[in-house]
C-alpha cells in the first residue's frame, strides 16, 4: 500500500469549508500518480513509449468530507488484476483519530497511446502486487441506466485547454465537476459512481441531460450526436 499525508487547503474546499468533490477525485488521481512516480513506472518511463493509464470508473462511497486544515492520510493500492485491466482501490483517513472518511474503487488500464490499445499488465504485476479490495459493497464496471429513467436536457460546454491531461483528453476530473454543476439543491453526497465511454478532446462540445430521483441524480455527458462520453450517477440523500 501507497500512503501520502497532505493538510486539507483552502483553495480544495467549498462553501462549508469542507473538501470538494472535484478536490476529492484529484487528491485519489494524485495519490495513484506519486505512487507510480515514485516507483519508477510514472510519466517519464511511460510517455515516450507512448503509454498512458485510462481510468474506466470510479466507485466512491462517502461517510464524510474532511474540513479545512485536517490532516489525512490518502491510501492506495492495487486491489486485483484481470486480464488488461487493474481494480485500483482508495482509502482516505482523518490522522487524528484514524477515522475512514471516504473508500473508493477504480478501473484502469495501461493504453498505447497511438493505437488506443491495451497493454499487458505482467510488468506492472512485478511493481504494484495485488493487495485485496477495499471494504464495500461494489459492482462492475457498467452503470445501468432503467428504461424508465427520464431525462432533461441541462447545459452544454466546450472542452477548454486547462481540461487536457497528458493523454491529450479531458481528464476525469472535469466530468465530475461539470456534472456536479448540474446538481439541484438540498441534495447531500454519499457517494459516486462513473462509466467512462469514450474520450473527449480539446475544442469537443459536451451536452448534458440528468435525471433526479429520491436517491441519486444521473448525468449523461453526451456528444453532439446523442452518444455518450460518460456517466457520471451521484447517490444522494437530502440535506439535514
Known amino acids: 500500500m501507497y500512503s501520502w499525508k497532505t493538510k486539507i487547503r483552502y483553495t480544495e474546499t467549498e462553501q462549508d469549508g469542507r473538501l470538494s468533490?472535484?478536490?476529492?477525485?484529484?487528491?485519489?488521481?494524485?495519490?495513484?500518480?506519486?505512487?507510480?512516480?515514485?516507483?519508477?513506472?510514472?510519466?517519464?518511463?511511460?510517455?515516450?513509449?507512448?503509454?498512458?493509464?485510462?481510468?474506466?470508473?470510479?466507485?466512491?462511497?462517502?461517510?464524510?468530507?474532511?474540513?479545512?486544515?485536517?490532516?489525512?492520510?490518502?491510501?492506495?493500492?492495487?486491489?486485483?488484476?484481470?486480464?488488461?485491466?487493474?481494480?485500483?482501490?482508495?482509502?482516505?483517513l482523518r490522522d487524528s483519530d484514524g477515522k475512514s472518511l471516504l473508500r473508493a474503487r477504480s478501473i484502469w488500464a495501461l493504453m498505447n497511446l497511438d493505437r488506443l490499445l491495451p497493454l499487458k499488465l505482467d510488468e506492472e504485476k512485478e511493481f504494484f502486487p495485488e493487495e485485496g479490495p477495499v471494504a464495500g459493497e461494489w459492482g462492475g464496471r457498467?452503470?445501468?441506466?432503467?428504461?424508465?429513467?427520464?431525462?432533461?436536457?441541462?447545459?452544454?460546454?466546450?472542452?477548454?485547454?486547462?481540461?487536457?491531461?497528458?493523454?491529450?483528453?479531458?481528464?476525469?476530473?472535469?466530468?465530475?465537476?461539470?456534472?456536479?454543476?448540474?446538481?439541484?439543491?438540498?441534495?447531500?453526497i454519499r457517494g459516486i459512481r462513473t462509466e467512462y465511454k469514450a474520450q473527449a478532446l480539446l475544442g469537443d462540445t459536451i451536452y448534458m441531460k440528468r435525471c433526479v430521483t429520491e436517491d441519486s441524480v444521473t448525468v449523461l455527458l453526451n456528444k453532439p450526436d446523442g452518444d455518450t462520453y460518460a456517466v457520471i450517477r451521484f447517490l444522494t440523500k437530502e440535506e439535514n
Open 142 to 188: 457498467k452503470l445501468r441506466l432503467e428504461k424508465d429513467l427520464t431525462f432533461e436536457d441541462c447545459r452544454a460546454f466546450d472542452v477548454a485547454p486547462e481540461m487536457i491531461d497528458t493523454n491529450q483528453h479531458m481528464n476525469n476530473a472535469f466530468y465530475i465537476y461539470e456534472a456536479s454543476t448540474v446538481l439541484p439543491k438540498g441534495k447531500h
Open 21 to 92: 468533490l472535484t478536490a476529492m477525485i484529484n487528491l485519489l488521481q494524485d495519490c495513484s500518480t506519486f505512487h507510480t512516480e515514485e516507483s519508477g513506472r510514472g510519466l517519464a518511463y511511460h510517455l515516450p513509449r507512448h503509454e498512458g493509464w485510462y481510468i474506466f470508473s470510479w466507485q466512491i462511497d462517502i461517510d464524510e468530507m474532511p474540513r479545512l486544515g485536517e490532516e489525512v492520510s490518502v491510501n492506495t493500492w492495487p486491489a486485483s488484476y484481470q486480464g488488461v485491466i487493474v481494480n485500483r482501490d482508495f482509502e482516505i
